[in-house]
């Protein structure tokens, strides 16, 4: 149960409102027993006292009858509203300890996985947890809280009965649950993990449906999904057997614990130890009593999903990361020299793609890379980036990049990645994405010298136009051009750009490069590093290097 202990850690500033939940499910389940035995108790009191004409004051029961009906209905209304909102704040709580936790895995580590299952842990699996609190955690505490206070009242009033319902409860509230458990282990954790897997299949076909339509796939696709689907259901269905043989189970504990505290309690009044109202009382007690012992099954049955989908959240989230942060504070590099020395690294553990380069590119200089695809070039870039480890020296401004701390080396580089991501918003938010405050000037300048400036006039809504989901409603040129003008914005001392031009037509990609030029050369303090294959972008550089040549100081 270490998962649990883990996930109670997790959630610790939400304890109180999962307090008050238990607490208030508490209150509900004792005012539904109580009610139900004062009720027995007055009615068959009324009728004694009708047929033994002896005097019977009957407002104190008619006023807590009606008091605990009152307690019962908004103790309901209130379990409910707290429960559910101590389920959302642990839920919104864990979403965010697991964004946090994603992070430092990005890219190295997160590209092992699919996007589709690596979106799945983050919302499915997370929000599947929402039964281990409000479906198992809290009717768990509720139920044993409730039998043991049932149990010490039936000790108080009649012990022998208390005997033979605590039997029958702990058949009813621990044997069954733990077979109820037994058997729903395996459905349990094949329908998390087939859920999963159906998540996976279905994002990747949308993502791909292109793909699958082009190369005639589709039905392929559909029938895999269709299958998944199916299994999923078939183990859903069987963990529905499961659970209606434990309201099976249940009932027969329920009428065979009344039936048995019936004997005893009519011995006992036979024997004039009890009144005989007490008798009806004992039983609807008793009765009543079995309503929080039905929870603690049905509470079990959810046991082995909730930990199949925490422990697809942990794993992931333990994974080890792959580019360690240094949290110890250095000083800011006062120059922007990149000096590479000796640097080897690689994509995959054991296939080394970079080998022993060294490259320097001068503060305020620009360097061209190019060379065949495969040899690195986009490596280097990311091991700027702090995306990918090292081996070797790597320095800026004479201070090593392991020494930075990544939010320091990152307020000091823009970059324009291979794969520029555009988020579902404006083209203005995702020019000025991870800006505190909007200065029109640099944005002016920066949709000009991205070659943007014509483009964005035209339109009708201008830099407020939707670019859609990953960039849709435009084209992989303009969706290029986006991420450099973003990069241009930022207005960083390091200038990375990969593939800056690519899906650009020659026109407009000679304008970008000219206008790039411009103003780097006006500039004149702006360190850049430029991947690109295409002969236009060489002239972004003051030398224009091959990879597989590399070894320059």
């Known amino acids: 149960m270490n998962w649990i202990i883990r996930f109670l850690k997790i959630s610790r500033s939400q304890w109180p409102w999962m307090a008050a939940g238990i607490a208030l499910g508490f209150v509900v389940i004792a005012a539904n027993v109580v009610l139900m035995a004062v009720s027995g108790w007055f009615i068959a009191s009324m009728a004694v006292s009708g047929a033994s004409g002896v005097a019977f004051n009957y407002f104190y029961p008619s006023a807590c009858i009606r008091f605990l ?67 198992i955690l809290a009717p768990l505490a509720v139920g044993t809280i409730s039998i043991i206070a049932a149990l010490v009242f039936l ?39 087939l859920s999963a897997e159906l998540r996976t299949k279905v994002t990747e076909g949308l993502q791909g449906i292109e793909e699958l339509i ?7 696709q559909a029938t895999l999904v269709d299958t998944l689907s199916v299994e999923l259901i078939g183990e859903q269905e069987h963990l529905g057997r ?27 009044i036979t024997s004039h130890q009890l009144a005989p109202p007490t008798l009806v009382m004992l039983l609807l007690f008793c009765a009543a009593t079995f309503e929080a012992a039905a929870q603690l099954p049905s509470a079990l049955s959810f046991l082995p999903a909730a930990r199949e989908s925490a422990a697809r959240i942990f794993e992931l989230a333990d994974a080890p990361v792959p580019v360690p942060d240094n949290n110890v504070g250095s000083d800011i590099p006062t120059k922007t020299e990149i000096c590479f020395k000796n640097v080897s690294a690689c994509y995959l553990p054991g296939e080394p793609v970079l080998q022993n380069i060294s490259l320097t590119i001068p ?35 004479g201070i090593e990049i392991r020494d930075l701390p990544k939010e320091t080396l990152m307020t000091m580089i823009a970059a324009v990645p291979q794969h520029p991501h555009l988020f579902n918003s404006t083209i203005r938010d995702n020019i000025l994405m991870g800006t505190e405050s909007v200065n029109e000037v640099l944005l002016q300048q920066a949709l000009g010298d991205s070659g943007l400036d014509m483009w964005v006039a035209e339109l009708p809504l201008g830099l407020e136009t939707a670019v859609g989901i990953n960039g849709s409603a435009v084209s992989g040129g303009e969706a290029r051009r986006i991420a450099l003008a973003r990069a241009l914005y930022k207005n960083a001392p390091i200038l990375l750009l990969d593939e800056p031009t690519e899906g650009l037509d020659g026109v407009t990609e000679r304008t970008v490069v000219s206008r790039l030029n411009k103003r780097l050369r006006a500039d004149g303090g702006t360190t850049m590093l430029v991947v690109s294959h295409r002969p236009a972008c060489r002239a972004l550089g003051d030398s224009v290097i091959y990879l597989e040549n590399i070894s320059i100081d």
């Open 363 to 397: 503060a305020g200089g620009s360097v061209v890379l190019s060379g065949h695809s495969g040899i690195g070039k986009s490596l280097l870039v990311e091991i700027l980036l702090r995306f990918r480890d090292y081996e070797g020296s790597v320095t800026v401004g």
């Open 155 to 193: 000790l108080w009033i009649s012990p022998s009965s208390a005997l033979v319902m605590l039997l029958f409860l702990l058949l009813a509230g621990v044997g069954l649950p733990l077979l109820v458990r037994s058997f729903s282990e395996q459905p349990g954790m094949k329908s998390a993990q």
């Open 214 to 220: 082009l190369l005639g796939a589709v039905e392929r």
């Open 242 to 268: 499961i659970n209606g043989f434990s309201l099976g189970g249940m009932a027969l504990c329920a009428g065979s614990g009344v039936a048995a505290v019936l004997v005893t309690v009519t011995m006992q």
């Open 69 to 135: 009906a009152i307690a019962r209905t908004v103790g309901r209304y209130g379990e409910r509203l707290v429960t559910h909102e101590a389920t959302f704040r642990i839920l919104s709580e864990l979403r965010v300890w697991l964004f946090k936790r994603f992070i430092p895995l990005a890219p190295a580590c997160l590209e092992r996985y699919a996007g589709g299952d690596v979106a799945g842990r983050l919302r499915a699996d997370v929000d599947a947890l929402e039964t281990l609190y409000l479906k």
